[in-house]
T-cell receptor, first 116, second 116 residues
Framework: DVKVTQSSRYLVKRTGEKVFLECVQD?????MFWYRQDPGLGLRLIYF???????EKGDIPEGYSVSREKKERFSLILESASTNQTSMYLC???????????????FGDGTRLSIL | AQKVTQAQTEISVVEKEDVTLDCVYE???????LFWYKQPPSGELVFLIR??????QNEISGRYSWNFQKSTSSFNFTITASQVVDSAVYFC?????????????FGRGTQLTVWP
């Protein structure tokens, strides 16, 4: 069974801090994704990665960066946290598309981040 | 551009009622995949179903059924005889068949509350 683990369920940080959110998957998936979820806005894609050290911007990358040094781990970094980054953050993984069949993404439990 | 619309923000029903969650999508692709995910209060998104655009057969799984109609670009989800445990946020999503990443384009979600 696929397991996507996010390091914290709840996190409280202060404005201006550098914040790291960690995500680890155990299924050898090539693709990994970071989303943020806000009421009324659904899931919005921040960054994604399709291989080690490879990353692509999603729809709302401003204020964030990512790191993928190992295949199983994908980190989201808030360079200088601001109150408008208070949100639920969800990590997901999926295998590369093969034979043009789109595989479902598997999600972690989410990290509820509060920036004070 | 890909777009998924879930017009119902919130739905409340009483246990044992049937409920249908609407999903309308936009894409210029001729082949694509559609998904439904469930997000219970615990936070993790749980994959429910994937549908290939070539396959317009309706699907039934226990109390869940899905009605895919390409002519109206809709992929609606019906829960029969709803239960309190069905209370969750439900997301509809689309991915492009040609994409190696399988990036998902999500609707904003429908919050379903089932009252005892």
């Amino acid at each position: 069974d696929v397991k996507v683990t996010q390091s914290s369920r709840y996190l409280v940080k202060r404005t201006g801090e550098k914040v790291f959110l960690e995500c680890v998957q155990d299924m050898d998936h090539e693709n990994m994704f970071w989303y943020r979820q806000d009421p009324g806005l659904g899931l919005r894609l921040i960054y994604f990665s399709y291989d080690v050290k490879m990353k692509e911007k999603g729809d709302i990358p401003e204020g964030y960066s990512v790191s993928r040094e190992k295949k199983e781990r994908f980190s989201l970094i808030l360079e200088s946290a601001s109150t408008n980054q208070t949100s639920m953050y969800l990590c997901a993984s999926s295998p590369w598309i093969r034979d043009r069949v789109s595989e479902p993404q598997h999600f972690g439990d989410g990290t509820r981040l509060s920036i004070l | 551009a890909q777009k998924v619309t879930q017009a119902q923000t919130e739905i409340s029903v009483v246990e044992k009622e049937d409920v249908t969650l609407d999903c309308v999508y936009e894409t210029r692709d001729t082949t694509y995949y559609l998904f439904w995910y469930k997000q219970p209060p615990s936070g993790e998104l749980v994959f429910l179903i994937r549908r290939n655009s070539f396959d317009e057969q309706n699907e039934i799984s226990g109390r869940y059924s899905w009605n895919f109609q390409k002519s109206t670009s809709s992929f609606n989800f019906t829960i029969t005889a709803s239960q309190v445990v069905d209370s969750a946020v439900y997301f509809c999503a689309l991915s492009r068949r040609g994409s190696t990443l399988g990036r998902l384009y999500f609707g904003r979600g429908t919050q379903l509350t089932v009252w005892p």
